[in-house]
Nanobody, 128 residues
Framework: QVQLMESGGGSVQTGGSLTLSCTIS??????????MGWFQQRPGKTREGVAT???????IYLDFVRDRFTISRDVAKNTLYLQMNNLGPDDSAMYYC????????????????????WGQGTRVTVSS
């Protein structure tokens, strides 16, 4: 079983920045490739993928965050990051780290149904 744990959430003012981290347990003995992503769930809304990255490091972003968020992964540290800049009140949400297996190192998806491993989430609050 692969386990994920997020950290780095908190409260910031509009225009501020935060970096979320997600540590993932050892998975290479279970899956050949694993894509990872960050999901945002605003109050009363469904969970939505905002950024994902393939095993070979190729990122995909939701248009809403494309020029403000950067997803990256440190393979040696088994850690996924989400650098969030120019935050606004609409970014206030629970953020979840997730991972999904793939046959290809180039595969990554933003669809929630493609992920089988999930963290517990970390809260981000942006005040105006």
């Amino acid at each position: 079983q692969v386990q994920l744990m997020e950290s780095g959430g908190g409260s910031v003012q509009t225009g501020g920045s935060l970096t979320l981290s997600c540590t993932i347990s050892e998975w290479t003995h279970i899956h050949q490739n694993l894509f990872m992503g960050w999901f945002q769930q605003r109050p009363g809304k469904t969970r939505e993928g905002v950024a994902t990255i393939s095993s070979d490091g190729t990122p995909i972003y939701l248009d809403f965050v494309r020029d403000r968020f950067t997803i990256s992964r440190d393979v040696a540290k088994n850690t996924l990051y989400l650098q969030m800049n120019n935050l606004g009140p609409d970014d206030s949400a629970m953020y979840y780290c997730a991972a999904g297996p793939a046959r290809s190192a180039r595969t990554a998806y933003l669809s929630r149904g493609d992920y089988i491993y999930w963290g517990q989430g970390t809260r981000v609050t942006v005040s105006s």
